[in-house]
């Protein structure tokens, strides 16, 4: 009698296995850049406690490391077909401490802390403006996070446009400023500028005001040779002078927003105004 042997496996059978073990590794890669994403903005977390002039710009480096991260994981998700339910909640989590609690950290010790007061009352008051402005950036950004896990973008936009500044805008315009200026402030005057600005940050986020996503670019199709001069330019001004160049790019985005916003609305304005002298 002979001993029962196991039923082999057919090609078909392994295939299908090989692929499950494939795609469940792809669907890891994403995953890794977003925790990526999250180790650096719990490393700008450290850094900024530490407080030395030096790690203020670690931290701020951190946070710009952190937005590439991001704008990684979405685009190999996307481009790899591994979008998923639980990748998106963890994206959103990881934004909110990389984008919302570093930054926010960052502004409050790099702006708030070296300042130099007589006044105990005066100072007092500005330290509780300056928690409950880098506070609010924090909701802003949650706020921001939570909507467009909701909405998406902006309708009708065909993903051209952001419902409101993106939080690694934001984050990265905190981190370009601290990284541009290197000393922390130590006037109370500068502070009370940064804090408005920490706190129009947070207003823009949870704004209505639609923002370019750069989602919509042909990075697949064929371009023009200058265009790789253009980059490879960019690429290298941004190694060479990255104080200068990443502040100019960060403020350009967040202005850009603002711009856009007021000139539709001179636009309807205009236009109102041409259709009740010439009715039709």
Same mark, same amino acid.
């Given at each position: 009698? +002979? ?22 590794? &792809?669907?890891? !890669? ?8 999250? !180790? ?7 850094? *900024? ?13 951190? &946070? ?15 481009? +790899?077909?591994? +979008? ?12 909110? $401490? ?16 070296? @300042? ?17 402005? +880098?506070? &609010?950036?924090? &909701? ?24 409101? @500044?993106? *939080? ?28 408005? @600005? ?9 704004? *209505? ?39 100019? !790019? ?11 916003? $007021? ?18």
């Amino acid at each position: 009698m +002979t001993g029962a042997h196991p039923p082999h496996r057919r090609e078909s059978d392994r295939g299908q296995g090989l692929n499950h073990r494939l795609r469940r590794g &792809i669907y890891l !890669l994403p995953a890794l850049f977003t925790t990526g994403n999250l !180790l650096l903005g719990y490393y700008a977390i450290l850094a *900024t406690l530490r407080g030395g002039v030096q790690d203020f710009d670690n931290a701020a480096r951190a &946070i710009g490391l952190a937005i590439l991260f991001d704008a990684l994981d979405g685009r190999i998700a996307r481009a +790899t077909g591994t +979008t998923s339910d639980f990748g998106r909640e963890f994206d959103s989590l990881a934004d909110v $401490i990389s984008f919302g609690v570093a930054p926010a950290f960052l502004a409050f010790a790099w702006g708030i802390r070296g @300042m130099q007061l007589s006044d105990a009352v005066f100072a007092r008051n500005v330290y509780q403006l300056g928690w409950a402005m +880098t506070f &609010i950036f924090v &909701i802003a950004c949650a706020w921001r996070l939570a909507r467009f896990n909701i909405q998406g973008m902006a309708p009708g936009s065909e993903a051209k446009y952001f419902i409101g @500044m993106p *939080t690694p805008a934001a984050a990265g315009m905190i981190a370009a400023a601290v990284h541009a200026l290197k000393f922390p402030l130590d006037n109370w005057v500068y502070s009370l500028l940064w804090l408005s @600005m920490v706190g129009s940050l947070g207003a823009l986020m949870a704004s *209505t005001i639609r923002y370019y996503s750069f989602k919509n670019l042909p990075w697949r199709k064929r371009q023009p040779s200058v265009i790789v001069v253009i980059l490879g330019l960019l690429a290298w001004s941004i190694i060479q002078y990255s104080e200068q160049v990443l502040l100019l !790019l960060a403020s350009t985005y967040v202005l850009s927003g603002l711009t856009g916003a $007021i000139v539709r609305m001179l636009r309807h304005r205009f236009a109102s105004q041409s259709h009740s002298v010439h009715p039709s």
